[in-house]
């Protein structure tokens, strides 16, 4: 099972990015996908989620309103969209996959037993 997010860069305060992550190796079917981030000196912290059966979404506080997360299970792809940016944005972006959550909402990283290689998305202000 691999992940592979893309699509980070370098954009201007109140700019969008979008990420996207390619999922490969297996169907995803009954799976949970996340988006994480990690500022330097800072530990992973959990940004947006969604059911690969359903599309449904959930959000950190600090991103909802502001970040889209969505799914197309046809090209096994997870897409973070990304408007409004804040330098509190700045961070390495990973997705992840998960079997099962240990609660509902769950924002735990230890979920997760796969992760990408990360996209550094980095916000000027």
């Known amino acids: 099972v691999q992940l592979q997010a893309s699509g980070g860069g370098l954009v201007q305060a109140g700019g969008s990015l979008r990420l996207s992550c390619a999922a490969s190796?297996?169907?995803?079917?009954?799976?949970?996908m996340g988006w994480f981030r990690q500022a330097p000196g800072k530990e992973r912290e959990f940004v947006a989620r969604i059911t690969w059966n359903w599309g449904t979404p959930y959000y950190a506080d600090s991103v909802k309103g502001r970040f889209t997360i969505s799914r197309d299970s046809a090209k096994n792809m997870v897409y973070l969209q990304m408007n409004s940016l804040t330098f509190e944005d700045t961070a390495v972006y990973y997705c992840a996959a998960a079997r099962a959550l240990r609660s509902d909402d769950s924002r735990d990283p230890r979920d997760y037993y796969v992760w990408g290689q990360g996209t550094q998305v980095t916000v000027s202000s």
């Open positions: 190796g297996r169907t995803f079917t009954n799976y949970v």
